[in-house]
T-cell receptor, first 110, second 115 residues
Framework: GQSLEQPSEVTAVEGAIVQINCTYQ??????LSWYQQHDGGAPTFLSY????GLEETGRFSSFLSRSDSYGYLLLQELQMKDSASYFC???????????FGSGTRLLVRP | SAVISQKPSRDICQRGTSLTIQCQVD?????MFWYRQQPGQSLTLIAT?????????ESGFVIDKFPISRPNLTFSTLTVSNMSPEDSSIYLC????????????FGPGTRLTVT
């Protein structure tokens, strides 16, 4: 089976940097994705890591270490609009299914 | 990318009744998915719906309770049958754009309350 663990909540100050961790246990693995969801909104895709290392997209970066079954989402220059829930997700081997983590609620304070 | 619409956006239903949720995509897609999300919780996959074949249900979800139709490459429906208050949740459809591998696009969701 698959399981993903994330911190339930993170609080940070506007302009700061925050890291949201995700550890996973899977029987097979295609890659780690990150999704953002604002309250009342739909999840939106942020990034995907298939290989070890860092992927950068603007203020957001995502990292993967397959040997450690670990990844993180790094948000820089935090803005109030970044307050949302962030989910990591893994692709199950042999299918297009995404298994989502429990989600991390990020609160950005002034 | 894909633009996805869902109908209805929300509904309040009585227990024992059924509700059909529609999902419309602005382009043809092979893979469509239906999720359930309790407020403040994670997303749980209900089933995968491919055009031309029976939907594949996840553990804990059965076709009699959640029948799915996928008549073409741009449309799908999910019916929540014989509803109980435990079915109160947000139901979302999503699509996989094969050319954008590993990225799913989600509809805005249907908020269902069962009284």
């Amino acid at each position: 089976g698959q399981s993903l663990e994330q911190p339930s909540e993170v609080t940070a100050v506007e302009g700061a940097i925050v890291q949201i961790n995700c550890t996973y246990q899977t029987s097979g693995f295609y890659g780690l994705s990150w999704y953002q969801q604002h309250d009342g909104g739909a999840p939106t895709f942020l990034s995907y890591n298939a290989l070890d290392g860092l992927e950068e997209t603007g203020r957001f970066s995502s990292f993967l270490s397959r040997s450690d079954s670990y990844g993180y989402l790094l948000l820089q220059e935090l803005q109030m609009k970044d307050s949302a829930s962030y989910f990591c997700a893994v692709r199950e081997s042999g299918s297009y299914k995404l298994i989502f983590g429990s989600g991390t609620r990020l609160l950005v304070r002034p | 990318s894909a633009v996805i619409s869902q109908k209805p956006s929300r509904d309040i239903c009585q227990r024992g009744t059924s509700l059909t949720i529609q999902c419309q995509v602005d382009s043809q897609v092979t893979m469509m998915f239906w999720y359930r999300q309790q407020p403040g919780q994670s997303l749980t996959l209900i089933a995968t719906a491919n055009q031309g074949s029976e939907a594949t249900y996840e553990s804990g979800f059965v076709i009699d309770k959640f029948p799915i139709s996928r008549p073409n490459l741009t449309f799908s429906t999910l019916t929540v049958s014989n509803m109980s208050p435990e079915d109160s949740s947000i139901y979302l459809c999503s699509v996989e754009m094969v050319r954008d591998s590993y990225e799913q696009y989600f509809g805005p969701g249907t908020r269902l309350t069962v009284t």
